[in-house]
């Protein structure tokens, strides 16, 4: 049974959970932060600034018990989060696709937006420098492989710009014949 998830994903600083959290206010629907589920499952905070992620696929273990226990299956709800992430050593790397298999999402957007933007963006909330060719390549590989997972997933697909975020967002989950009833 596929859930009511949303998948919505894109690079750091791209703007996915500003965005998930102004379609939790205009529509019918939950939210919740993969990086968040992991921590809460977790019981501790993860490294607000360092964003390379140690042991990717402990996490991604971490973050399917984390979607059982507190995502309701017939509540929709959007779970902002990645395709790719950096590792320790700063590579690209992508997420196993036995993890979305795991999630179950109904549908897959992937957010991106202008490289010197994200840059600006991390930096100015979490003072962090990334180099901005780095970034480039993995907003690249995040865009490419969220469509590989939608058509592994045979799920819906929408690739949304920030500036255009909201409305053709909105659309695209309207359209998704997900019932927004909260039960």
Known sequence: MTKKIVFVAGIHGVGKTYLCQRLEESMDIGHFSASQLI???????LSGTDKSVKDISNNQDLLL???????PPTRPTLLDGHCC???????????PIETFIGIEPC???????????VV??????????YDAKLLSCFQNEEIKYA????????????KSSVDKGLDGVKYFIGNLNID????
Not at 65 to 70: D, G, L, N, V
Request: proline residues 2%.
């Open 147 to 158: 469509r590989e997972i939608a058509e592994h997933l045979r799920v819906p697909y929408l």
């Open 180 to 183: 927004m009833d909260k039960t």
């Open 65 to 71: 018990k984390a979607i059982e226990k507190y995502i």
């Open 39 to 45: 921590s809460e499952f977790k019981s501790e905070k």
């Open 107 to 117: 549908s897959v957007i992937v957010l991106y937006d202008e490289i010197s933007s």
């Open 120 to 129: 600006e963006k991390i930096s100015g909330r979490d003072g962090v420098s």
């Open 85 to 95: 992430l950096l590792n320790s050593d700063n590579e690209i790397e992508r997420i």
